[in-house]
Every structure is written in C-alpha cells, then in structure tokens.
T-cell receptor, first 114, second 113 residues
Framework: AQSVTQPDIHITVSEGASLELRCNYSYGATPYLFWYVQSPGQGLQLLLKYFSGDTLVQGIKGFEAEFKRSQSSFNLRKPSVHWSDAAEYFCAVGPSGNTGKLIFGQGTTLQVKP | ETGVTQTPRHLVMGMTNKKSLKCEQHLGHNAMYWYKQSAKKPLELMFVYNFKEQTENNSVPSRFSPECPNSSHLFLHLHTLQPEDSALYLC????????????FGPGTRLLVL
C-alpha cells in the first residue's frame, strides 16, 4: 500500500539552528515527492518537489530535500532556521492512479525558540 | 499562492442548515480537488474532478455534494452535517499531467454546531 510516514509529530529548534524533518514513503513505482508548508489558518504552500534527476532538490525559503531511494526517504533540511519558519510541514507522494492524487503524511509541527 | 481562492474563509452552521463552499482557480488548470483536514489526521482526499468530470469519490458521505460547472470553479454543497464534519476544507488544482503540482487554496474553516 502507498503511504507516507513523518515520524516526528512535533519538533522544536532554536532560531539559527539547523533543521531536518524526516519523511519515509512506501510507493510501488518511481515516486514524485513533495514538501508543503502550512502556516496557521492558511492553505498549503509548495516548498519543493522531486520528479527525477538530481536527488538533492532546492526549494523556496532556503529549504532543500534529498531523495534517497535505498532508504525510501525524502528528508527536508534547512541550515539555519528563522522564527518565521514555525509552521506545519507535510510530505506527500504521488501521483496515485490517473487522478493525480497525492498521499500525505500526518505532518510535523515546527516550533522555533528565540 | 493567490491562484486558488476559497470562500467563505470561515463558516459556522447548524446541523440542519444547507451551505456551499466555493473554490475558484485562476491558473488555467483542468483538475480540481477537495480535501478535508481534521486535527491530528492526515489530509483526506474527498473528490477529484478532471475536465469537469468527477473521477474520484473517496467514499464521502452523501451529505457532501460536489459540483464542478467548469474547469475554473468547484463547489462543495453541504447539508445535514454532523459535528465531526468540522474541519478545514481545502481546494486544490493542477494540470492533468503526470509531473504537475497541486496548488492549494487557503481553505474554509467549517464549524458544525
């Protein structure tokens, strides 16, 4: 079955510290992978995506993610976190079927300490 | 992302009310989606429309009725809802190609009393 697991429900980091959010997936074919961010009261904004090619993907707001097929992982990283990065982060895999639907993880809430 | 808009942003309704949620995309996409986001649960896909045709209904109760009059507009008609239907309802759109990204609206926060 296709699934996405984000092992960390809640993470707290200090401002300026590095960040890594974990994402593991189970998918029968070559996956397309996405990271979205959701600020309180807002919809989901795409941070970055991986379809093929270079396994290290750069996104907006200084985020990057690395696709590791052998580990079925697509972890999100940022070298130095800013207070404005506090939000909920969702990893997703797809497309599933011919509808293009995505399968989302449960999300990781990031808190940033001053 | 301002390409997908949703109205209203907040809605409070009683269990006997009838209301509708509206989604509009200004991106020229041809596929649209309704998701339900409840606290502490993954996003749940509800409906998918491709070129105005419903291509997926993810076992959604009939008290939720979608409508897609054209590729730019998507509605979710609500009637006789239950308190457990309180959630954030998100609309998304994309081009119907395999490498196309879904873009989300800001959502409608629904509270059913």
């Amino acid at each position: 079955a296709q699934s996405v697991t984000q092992p960390d429900i809640h993470i707290t980091v200090s401002e300026g510290a590095s960040l890594e959010l974990r994402c593991n997936y189970s998918y029968g074919a070559t996956p397309y992978l996405f990271w979205y961010v959701q600020s309180p009261g807002q919809g989901l904004q795409l941070l970055l995506k991986y379809f093929s090619g270079d396994t290290l993907v750069q996104g907006i707001k200084g985020f990057e993610a690395e696709f590791k097929r052998s580990q079925s992982s697509f972890n999100l990283r940022k070298p130095s976190v800013h207070w404005s990065d506090a939000a909920e982060y969702f990893c997703a895999v797809g497309p599933s079927g011919n509808t293009g639907k995505l399968i989302f993880g449960q999300g990781t809430t990031l808190q940033v300490k001053p | 992302e301002t390409g997908v808009t949703q109205t209203p942003r907040h809605l409070v309704m009683g269990m006997t009310n009838k209301k509708s949620l509206k989604c509009e995309q200004h991106l020229g996409h041809n596929a649209m989606y309704w998701y339900k986001q409840s606290a502490k649960k993954p996003l749940e896909l509800m409906f998918v429309y491709n070129f105005k045709e419903q291509t997926e209904n993810n076992s959604v109760p009939s008290r939720f009725s979608p409508e897609c009059p054209n590729s730019s507009h998507l509605f979710l008609h609500l009637h006789t809802l239950q308190p457990e239907d309180s959630a954030l309802y998100l609309c998304a759109s994309r081009y119907s190609g395999s490498q196309e990204t879904q873009y989300f609206g800001p959502g409608t926060r629904l509270l059913v009393l």
